[in-house]
């Protein structure tokens, strides 16, 4: 198995060696589209790699994908960008792989961890199509949250991927792309009109967010996963339009696309609480706490499958006036995460409560 590595570059000089360097450990090629860079990230490319190309932005980041991959000549392909990391265990994993006398998939997805909690462990993570056989012709589509449109053999291979940001995109770099899209009288595929309505909540823009969200919704072409998610932002924006019966009636919507995830389980849980109905807070929190987690390629917020409705039930059992039973769930908080800030404030609240 022969891997070229293609990443897009601008102006990366912060990340791009580090990435680079991991990368040479795989790869048998390494690809570097360059849309501008005037930093120095096109030297840097250089010392990795004599397959450095400059590429003109067009406000798409498909289209600049699609070259790098157009410059590939191995039997697979895989993308990083230039703000990831590989872990030792998943590069070992990796070269074991590309051990295996034949591949018998056409598409490999692999785990993008984006969000960490102080320990270092992921928070926010989900499956990536990440490593794609030249010859099932993949294609990346959409001008902004770009996914490669590829069909074939397909295998989940536990070796994430870390995206280690230390650079903050420009809030409204995306949204920018999209409504220039909308304005040149380009429509918006459902999954695009998803995250387009996600762009418009990140913006505060959270009238229009509700129309895109109530739109993606009420398509039926949309992906289940991606209306569990929605379900939830929509709620998070009828709370900050101050309709909190709007906001319940979003979150339990999306009770109705599959079995019920505990990030949504939480959502009704936490406007219970917020307008102090004690005991359905609680309800719904130990629902979460006990949700039976389902393997998909939808976002994985592991928090919510249990430190988040543990250090909960600890609040609400403190309200209740039920000091054994708000002890009880913020030792199985603390459990999840030893060092969370809040488990050790309430736990140290509780020590002060016995020594009276």
Wanted: hydrophobic share 40%; charged share 30%; aromatic share 12%.
């Amino acid at each position: 198995m022969e891997i070229s590595i293609c990443l897009i570059v601008k102006n990366e000089i912060e990340t791009l060696g580090r990435c680079l360097a991991f990368a040479k450990q795989i790869a048998d090629e390494i690809i570097v589209a360059d849309t501008g860079s005037t930093d120095g990230s096109k030297e840097i490319a250089k010392s990795f790699t004599d397959k450095v190309y400059d590429f003109k932005w067009i406000d798409d980041f498909s289209a600049a994908r699609n070259f790098a991959f157009s410059k590939a000549s191995k039997e697979f392909l895989m993308w990083l960008d230039a703000d990831d990391v590989l872990p030792a265990q998943s590069i070992e994993q990796i070269l074991q792989l590309k051990k295996a006398k034949e591949i018998d998939a056409d598409i490999i997805y692999m785990p993008y961890n984006i969000a960490f909690d102080e320990d270092g462990k992921p928070t926010f993570s989900y499956y990536r199509e990440r490593i794609v056989r030249k010859s099932a012709n993949p294609v990346w589509i959409e001008p902004v949250h770009e996914v490669i449109d590829i069909k074939g053999r397909a295998i989940y291979f536990d070796a994430p991927i870390e995206h280690r940001k230390v650079k903050i995109n420009p809030s409204k770099r995306n949204l920018d792309i999209m409504e220039k899209q909308l304005e040149n009288g380009s429509a918006l595929s459902p999954r695009l009109r998803f995250y387009y309505a996600r762009e418009l909540m990140y913006n505060g823009k959270t009238q229009q967010a509700v129309s895109e969200f109530e739109n993606f919704l009420s398509d039926e072409s949309g992906w289940a996963e991606n209306k569990i998610c929605a379900c939830n932002d929509l709620s998070l924006c009828y709370e900050a339009l101050g309709n909190f019966d709007m906001a319940l009636q979003a979150a339990l919507k999306g009770l109705s696309y599959g079995l019920p995830r505990s990030k949504t389980l939480c959502r009704i849980g936490e406007l219970f609480l917020k307008t102090e109905h004690f005991n359905e807070a609680e309800y719904w929190y130990n629902a979460a706490l006990n949700c039976r987690k389902e393997k998909n390629l939808g976002f994985d917020e592991t928090d919510y499958d249990g430190f988040i409705p543990s250090i909960q039930l600890c609040v609400i059992y403190d309200k209740l006036k039920d000091t054994e039973k708000a002890e009880h769930f913020n030792d199985i908080a603390g459990s999840f995460k030893p060092r969370s800030p809040a488990y050790l404030y309430n736990k140290n609240y509780f020590e002060k409560i016995k020594r009276g």
